[in-house]
């Protein structure tokens, strides 16, 4: 079983349709206390860093997810869901984040290509990965953000992407806390199997 969280950010529906569409058991609960029963929790996001931290903290799963990752428990992130995990953001002046990862999460800045990044995007494995088993290096996944994460260790760094001119972090898996920064929901078949592995590993 899968526990979705909803804590007024996320992309929630779609997410629990892809699950529902792989035979997998998920729920959406706005409810941190129930999450305890679960060895799974996907942290959706869309938005901004600095109104859905606000909501998380206020809503409780900031403590509950960080417990449950303490006890072992398994997390995804989601596009902005990955981002509310690193250490901080510079979107709408400087945020807080969870500091599961110790990083930061700047803005992307260019003269040549438009931001935000709304589209489909090459992936490039860094490690073996959970994420990707089953899935070709260089896939394509889908994107839309501004903003992008740049976690301290490359150690947690399991695949960049290129864009506005840098290979930025677009997938996290370290101690049980795995992260992406583009849409599985929303990618096709490649998508669909980075959920499947997450459910299942």
Request: proline share 3%; glycine share 10%; hydrophobic share 40%.
């Amino acid at each position: 079983m899968v526990f979705i969280a909803d804590y007024g950010a996320g992309n929630l529906r779609s997410v629990l349709k892809a699950f529902d569409y792989l035979g997998v058991k998920a729920v959406v609960s706005s409810d941190p206390a129930k999450l305890a029963g679960y060895k799974k929790v996907v942290l959706p996001g869309v938005g901004a860093f600095g109104t859905a931290i606000k909501s998380l903290n206020a809503s409780g799963f900031t403590e509950a997810v960080a417990e449950h990752v303490d006890k072992g428990g398994q997390l995804l992130g989601i596009c902005l869901g990955m981002q509310l995990l690193l250490t901080d953001s510079e979107e709408m002046g400087d945020n807080n984040g969870m500091n599961l990862i110790p990083g930061k999460v700047l803005r992307f800045r260019s003269d040549t290509d438009k931001i935000p990044q709304i589209g489909w995007n090459s992936v490039d494995q860094q490690k073996e990965s959970v994420l990707f088993r089953g899935i070709a290096d260089h896939s394509f996944f889908y994107f839309v953000h501004s903003y992008y994460c740049e976690p301290v260790s490359s150690e947690s760094v399991a695949a960049t992407t290129w864009f506005a001119g840098k290979n930025f972090c677009s997938a996290i898996e370290k101690n049980g806390i795995f992260a992406v920064q583009f849409h599985p929901e929303k990618s096709s078949d490649a998508g669909l199997q980075v959920l499947k592995n997450f459910a299942e590993c």
